[in-house]
């Protein structure tokens, strides 16, 4: 039912757009044709602006390239129109890649830069590589085969790709995939420590992105008929990518108000034309200072509803057997020797810990003693200059934080990272991101094995929302929750993973006593499940209560390890840290 | 051939290399990288070409004006593109509010002034055996690395601007009105740009292209040598210059542009910080 409510705006706007032709005025279907084609390009990049949040603001070269490739291909007599558009979409898909791979190493304005620097080049080779592409004269765009050569036939073909295009692009959003992009852009440590491959994720969509785009290149060859390196503006670029902004991030259905928008404005406001690009530009700087969440965030009714004031978070850990039942005789996980120096501060200083399963592990000690530190080691966002973390004989390979989510390691984090205009059970869905099996092209196109990955991951949740006590909440946006709530939040997206060992970053800090007490009898059940617990915590009387054994640092050293009752005797302890 | 090529070189390596100083002088203020670099640069040059040729003001009144037409685009940058996004700065939505302040100047100016090169005034009317198109910007180059010097070592708001620098919030603690400190850093960063323009005039004359091509090639230097690094800024950016012109004689056209951008790509991935940038902060 759900589903039905949310596909009626697409519906609507598609049954309009369809409708076009009939109201009989050829140059409303020559403008509903361009935003249809753009629309195509729009779509692709909106997975890679709007979701994975890549500042890829010279996507116009790729249309460049679409549009060149199928004239091209088609002037040449190489191949039909059709095929054309098809090679055209490959030769794309590759040049995406090209255009997004330093997106992999570099972030926002200097990915920006080197977008808008390749746009800058393609340019300059379409005009001086004039034995292919005519040069400045240009060359002539192809012309699509009966029916499709007609005014309307074109438009309508423009169309079908234009609603396929939404169409997979809105399964790509509600896949595991879509909530991974957004997990990326807003939490990407957090993304990561859930075993998301950043590189072969952006890569995916880079191909996807340009495919689309150039496709879009080959059919506004066609609507333009004839085209120069003059058509491919930067004005092009810009509408393209603040057409998205507008729409807002994270959404399909505020990009494609954006898009038309964009195409139609100057075209019913003719004293405009010259001014539009300006007009978006303003249009831009408006939406960022006072509408950050663009065209989506005004139609989003979740931000309105009303949540109730005293809600309680109550756990159920009498519920955690029935998702995690670990047999307590698996390996421990042995950090032996950890060395790691920031410059001159040595963060830990000879480390050795045994995290036995079934077992919680206290790790204590003043601010600044390599708690959180040594918890990066293990989940591999630090790489230790000595020493290793081992599973069993199985040394972990430093560094590589992606594989930790495969071998049972979860983790949560001194501020809760979450994604907050996603709701809380999408969330906590991106802990089981590893545990899909549906590939990007079967999300795609909804098989039904990519169902069946949604189907079970969201059962999971639900589990996991009901264990942590937030179930009531599972439809709410994550930034209107509080503190607390993000915290056991955290836990339930770390139990996605039914986790071997549990990493818990100081879980209980901002949480009343209340909230503690309940922590703790969670806790106390993940434990006895079989999961490993290490606990980086201030409130003494929490790890006291829970751990079964603690070890307390210092200064990047072991100060005392035991069973809680030794450690509250030990005399250095008490006077360092505990406060006698 | 090679004094041709050292000649314009260096003079455009020279613009490039002030252009970087006004990314960095921006950055160092404020942690945020401004498209608004390059579109302040072009605009020395109309400003400079409209207030001597089409006003017909003296030199002597027409270069202030122009600086200090650039200095207020840069309190404006601050405080329209800035201010408001400052305090998320995490979120990096000023790559979006300087990009659309950007394309707003360009696209201005591309309706109000002209979208053809317009012709730049000469200045000093002398050559020196040099035309001084050639070593107008490299005066320029050398008279602001001479004044930042002396502004950071030998004057308060100086040594303020460097303490914002290195930590802001360390600063506003102390009770410097970081605020402030920042909209003059931003009038000192476009007054760096007018100039670039202004002495580049003769030689890229007032044309809008100049804007996405300085902003392209004056973060170039920046990237290479690190952010807010002004000697790796003003090396890289000579050296860029007599690169690209070097190329241009030797294989010519579009290959340069190619190579350029390849080698920026290159060079960037294998050290995203730059070749003398700090290392990267902690994530977690």
């Known amino acids: ?580 | 051939m090679l004094s041709s090529i050292l000649s314009t070189g260096f003079a455009i390596g020279a613009i490039y290399a002030l252009i970087a100083v006004t990314y960095n002088v921006m950055f160092s203020a404020s942690r945020v990288m401004s498209f608004t670099a390059g579109q302040v640069g072009m605009l020395g040059g109309v400003f400079g070409a409209w207030f001597i040729l089409r006003l017909h003001l003296p030199i002597v009144v027409g270069f202030p004006l122009t600086l200090l037409a650039c200095a207020g685009i840069g309190v404006l940058t601050e405080i329209v593109a800035v201010r408001p996004v400052i305090a998320g700065l995490e979120k990096h939505l000023y790559v979006l509010s300087t990009l659309a302040l950007a394309l707003m100047m360009q696209q201005f100016t591309a309706i109000e002034w002209s979208t053809e090169p317009q012709p730049f005034p000469r200045i000093v009317g002398r050559g020196f055996g040099l035309d001084e198109k050639f070593w107008l910007p490299l005066l320029a180059c050398a008279a602001v690395i001479l004044g930042l010097e002396l502004l950071y070592r030998r004057t308060l708001v100086g040594r303020a601007f460097l303490a914002i620098a290195e930590d802001n919030y360390a600063a506003s603690a102390l009770g410097l009105p970081v605020r402030d400190l920042r909209m003059a850093s931003f009038a000192l960063a476009g007054a760096i740009a007018g100039l670039a323009g202004f002495a580049g005039g003769e030689l890229l004359l007032a044309s809008i292209a100049n804007g996405p091509m300085l902003n392209f090639y004056g973060f170039v230097p920046v990237a290479l040598g690190g952010l807010g690094n002004n000697r790796g800024a003003i090396a890289g950016g000579l050296l860029l210059g007599l690169f690209q012109q070097a190329a241009n004689f030797l294989v010519g056209g579009v290959l340069v542009s190619v190579a350029v951008f390849s080698a920026f790509i290159v060079v960037l991935m294998a050290a995203p910080q730059g070749l003398f940038g700090a290392p990267p902060t902690r994530r977690v």
């Open chain 1, 1 to 580: 039912m759900r589903s039905r409510v949310a596909a009626l705006p697409y519906v609507l706007i598609f049954a309009a757009a369809a409708a076009i032709p009939l109201a009989g005025d050829d140059y409303l279907v020559v403008i509903a044709t361009r935003a249809a084609v753009y629309w195509v390009l729009v779509s692709g990049l909106n997975l890679v602006v709007g979701f994975a949040g890549q500042l890829a603001i010279g996507w116009v070269s790729l249309l460049t390239i679409g549009a060149y490739t199928t004239s091209i291909i088609v002037a040449r007599g190489w191949l039909g129109p059709l095929p054309a558009l098809a090679v055209a979409g490959v030769a794309g898909a590759l040049a995406g890649v090209l255009v997004g791979l330093p997106a992999l190493r570099l972030r926002t304005f200097y990915f920006a830069m080197t977008t808008l620097g390749f746009a800058t080049i393609v340019t300059q080779v379409a005009l001086a590589w004039t034995d292919v592409t005519g040069g400045g004269i240009g060359i002539a765009g192809p012309t699509l085969p009966a029916p499709l050569d007609s005014r309307t036939g074109f438009y309508l073909f423009c169309l079908a790709l234009a609603a396929l295009c939404t169409w997979m692009t809105l399964n790509i959003a509600a896949s595991r995939f879509g909530r991974a992009l957004v997990g990326l852009r807003d939490a990407e440590v957090a993304a990561e420590a859930m075993g998301i491959s950043k590189a072969h994720l952006l890569v995916t969509v880079f191909l996807f992105s340009g495919a689309t785009a150039a496709v879009a290149g080959g059919l506004f060859a066609t609507l333009q008929s004839y085209i120069t390196p003059d058509a491919f503006t930067f004005d092009l670029s810009v509408l393209f990518f603040i057409a998205i902004l507008i729409g807002g991030r994270g959404s399909v259905l505020g990009p494609l108000l954006g898009a038309i928008l964009l195409t139609a404005l100057p075209e019913f406001a003719a004293p405009l034309v010259a001014w539009s690009t300006f007009l978006y530009a303003a249009l831009l700087l408006v939406i960022v200072i006072a509408l950050p969440g663009g065209i989506a965030d005004l139609l989003d009714q979740r931000r309105r509803r009303k949540l109730p004031q005293d809600r309680l978070v109550v756990p159920r850990p009498d519920l955690v057997p029935s998702l995690i039942t670990r047999r307590p005789d698996r390996p421990a996980m042995i950090l032996s020797g950890v060395r790691l120096s920031f410059g001159a501060v040595r963060a830990i200083d000879g480390l050795d810990l045994v995290l036995r399963p079934g077992e919680a592990h206290g790790l204590i000690g003043p601010n600044g003693s390599g708690k959180t530190t040594t918890l990066n080691v293990i989940s591999g966002f630090s790489v230790p200059q000595e020493g290793e973390v081992r599973i069993g004989d199985a040394p972990l390979r430093s560094g590589a934080t992606q594989i930790r989510a495969g071998l049972g390691i979860a983790r949560t984090f001194q501020t809760p990272r979450a994604i907050g205009e996603a709701s809380l059970r999408e969330n906590v869905m991106i802990g089981g991101s590893i545990e899909g099996h549906a590939s990007f092209a079967e999300c795609m196109l909804a098989l039904p094995r990519h169902r069946r990955d949604e189907a079970t991951l969201r059962a999971q949740a639900e589990r996991c929302l009901r264990i942590v006590g937030l179930e009531a909440l599972a439809d709410e946006r994550a930034d209107r929750l509080q503190h607390s709530e993000l915290r056991f939040m955290e836990v339930a997206r770390a139990l996605m993973l039914r986790p071997a060992f549990l990493l818990l970053d100081e879980p209980a800090a901002g949480l009343s006593a209340d909230e503690i007490t309940r922590l703790g009898a969670l806790i106390k059940a993940i434990r006895e499940a079989g999961c490993g617990v290490l606990l980086v915590e201030h409130h003494a009387d929490l790890i006291f209560d829970i751990c079964d054994r603690v070890t307390v640092l210092n200064l990047g050293r072991e100060l005392a390890a035991g069973t809680p009752s030794e450690i509250r005797a030990h005399r250095e302890v008490v006077s360092a840290y505990l406060g006698g």
